[in-house]
């Protein structure tokens, strides 16, 4: 009955088809095909109603091709975003060492900096000290002068 769902199950029984009743589900337990049949009622194809469904020992549901076809379009779509969300954590982790190493640049150019300038400065000394010992002056008995 199309219009209120109702599935009627004759099986073959010393060769006389015998009416069976559905379970309390409303379906029918095929023992050939370890399977249960029934009615379903939703839509599909753009129409609401009755559509004859399969369903597993266990009470699943079994899927249409268009649903499986669907089930896999959104199964790709959940491991395309997955796999996007990993490159974009993996491009966020190069960045983020890419950024250590500029810092670690910097660090090691400043302190080339210091260096160089502390060794000016040595230079400098070095120099001043020879120009006061080429006056006659010696660098270690300068005077203090304070004011």
Same mark, same amino acid.
């Given at each position: 009955?199309?219009?209120g769902?109702?599935l009627? %199950? %004759?099986?073959l029984?010393?060769?006389r088809?015998e ?7 409303? &379906?029918?337990?095929i023992?050939?095909m *370890?399977?249960?049949l029934? !009615?379903?009622?939703? +839509?599909?194809?753009? &129409?609401t109603? %009755? ?5 597993? /020992? !266990? ?6 091709a268009l649903?499986?076809? #669907?089930?896999?379009r959104?199964? @790709?779509?959940?491991e395309?975003q997955?796999? /996007?969300?990993e490159?974009?954590? @993996?491009e966020? #982790? ?6 250590e190493?500029? &810092? @670690?640049?910097?660090?090691r150019?400043?302190?080339? &900096?210091?260096?160089?300038? +502390? /060794?000016? *400065?040595?230079?400098?000394? /070095?120099?001043?000290? +020879? ?9 270690n008995?300068?005077?203090?002068? !304070? *004011?």
């Open positions: 009955d199309p219009d769902g109702l009627e %199950y %004759y099986e029984k010393n060769e088809y009416l069976k009743q559905p379970d309390e589900n409303g &379906r029918h337990w023992e050939s *370890e399977l249960f029934g !009615t379903w009622q939703g +839509a599909k194809e753009g &129409r109603g %009755y559509w004859l469904r399969w369903w597993e /020992e !266990t009470g699943n549901l079994l899927p249409w649903e499986l076809i #669907e089930q896999e959104q199964r @790709a779509e959940q395309h997955r796999a /996007e969300q490159r974009q954590l @993996a966020q #982790e190069r960045q983020e060492k890419e950024r190493h500029q &810092r @670690a640049e910097q660090e150019q400043l302190a080339e &900096r210091e260096h160089q300038l +502390a /060794e000016q *400065e040595r230079q400098e000394k /070095e120099r001043l000290i +020879a120009y006061l010992r080429s006056q006659g002056i010696d660098p008995n300068l005077p203090n002068h !304070t *004011e």
